[in-house]
Every structure is written in C-alpha cells, then in structure tokens.
C-alpha cells in the first residue's frame, strides 16, 4: 500500500534561514507526489508536483522539491524563509496502484518562521 | 473563473440535530471526495465519488452520508449518529485519476452547541 511520512510535525526557521520539510513515501509503482500548503480556517492550495517529469520541481512561492527515487523522499525547500511561509505542509501521494485517484496526505508539518 | 466552493464558512449545530454541508465545481471534475480535519490529526477522508450517482466510504464515515445526483455536487450530511461533529472540513475535486491532485473548497467549520 502506499503511504507517506512527513518527519516532523512541528518545525521551526528564522526569518531568512532555510526551509527543509521532509517527505519519505512508499509505493510499489511509480509514484505521482504533491506538496501543499494551509493557512489558518483556509483549504489546502498546491505548492507543487512531481508526475515523473524533472526531478527537481519548482512551485509556486519559491519552493522547490526534488525527488529522489534511491532515498524514497520528496523534501520540500525554500532557501530563504518569509514570515508569510508560516503554514501548514502537507505531502501527499497519488493511489495509482489502488487505482482510486485518492491521494494519501502526509500528517502533516507545521512550520513556524521567527523574526 | 473555475473553482470549488464550500457553503457556510461557518455552520453551528445543535446537538441530535442533521446538517449538510455545500460543495459545488465548476472544474468539469469527475471525481470528488470529502475530508475531516482536526488539530494534529491532519485530513481524514470520510467519503469520495468517482463518477455521479456513485461514492464510496471512506475512513471515517460513521455519522456521515453523501449523494451525487450531478457531477458538479457533493453535499455531506453529518448526521445526529456523529458522536463528535466539531471539526473543520474540507471538500476537493479532482480528474477521475487524481494524477494531477486535488483542487480544494475553502473549508466549512462545524461547530456544536
């Protein structure tokens, strides 16, 4: 079955620094992987996504992800942290072997930028 | 533009009472799913719908039901039987496959009281 791990579910950055969320995943197929993020009382927009193109995606806000087939991670980076990037992350992969379209979330990672 | 709105934002319950949450697209999206979050137990799938007049259980669909009599809705009843209704939850739209991820509502929270 497919799953996906995010290490840490509460990470902390200063303002400036940079941002490492990490994502490890498990699928017996190739897999379809997505990062996303939620503001407070909002839904989840997509951040980014990797369908077996590149291996390093760029996304929306100046984070990227790099895909690494041998480590079965997905890690989620931004070089520089905003104030504005203090949300929360979700990983996520899609169920192709299930054959559902679902996609199985990640529980998660808070990340919290200090001034 | 195209999108998927969920209806209230916010909703309050009165305990033994049914309720039912909006979701409508406009993505032309065949799928649908609805989800449960609440704080540090990440998102939950509670129901989804692959193709109108068809859904499935998720993981926590006691207390809840759905229909989808049209492809561009997905209303969620959360029933009287749903011992612990408080909870944000979310609605999302995807192609059939999902290969391309979830297009998500903004969120309805529920509270009881």
């Known amino acids: 079955a497919q799953s996906v791990t995010q290490l840490g579910s509460h990470v902390s950055v200063s303002e400036g620094a940079l941002v490492l969320l990490r994502c490890n995943y498990s699928?017996?197929?190739?897999?379809?992987l997505f990062w996303y993020v939620q503001y407070p009382n909002q839904g989840l927009q997509l951040l980014l996504k990797?369908?077996?193109?590149?291996?390093l995606v760029k996304g929306i806000n100046g984070f990227e992800a790099e895909f690494k087939k041998s480590e079965t991670s997905f890690h989620l980076t931004k070089p520089s942290a905003h104030m504005s990037d203090a949300a929360e992350y979700f990983c996520?992969?899609?169920?192709?072997?299930?054959?559902?379209?679902?996609?199985?979330f990640g529980q998660g990672t808070t990340l919290q930028v200090k001034p | 533009d195209g999108g998927i709105t969920q209806s209230p934002k916010y909703l309050f319950r009165k305990e033994g009472q049914n309720v039912t949450l909006s979701c409508e697209q406009n993505?032309?999206?065949?799928?649908m799913y609805w989800y449960r979050q609440d704080p540090g137990q990440g998102l939950r799938l509670i129901y989804y719908?692959?193709?109108?007049?068809?859904?499935q259980k998720g993981d926590i669909a006691e207390g809840y039901s759905v229909s989808r009599e049209k492809k561009e809705s997905f209303p969620l009843t959360v029933t009287s039987a749903q011992k612990n209704p408080t909870a944000f939850y979310l609605c999302?739209?995807?192609?059939?496959?999902?290969?391309?991820?979830?297009?998500f509502g903004s969120g309805t929270r529920l509270t009881v009281v």
């Open positions: 999302a739209s995807s192609i059939r496959q999902g290969i391309y991820g979830y297009t």
């Open positions: 699928s017996s197929v190739p897999p379809y």
């Open positions: 990797y369908t077996s193109a590149a291996t």
């Open positions: 996520a992969v899609s169920d192709l072997a299930g054959n559902t379209g679902k996609l199985i």
């Open positions: 993505l032309n999206h065949d799928a």
């Open positions: 719908s692959q193709i109108v007049n068809d859904f």
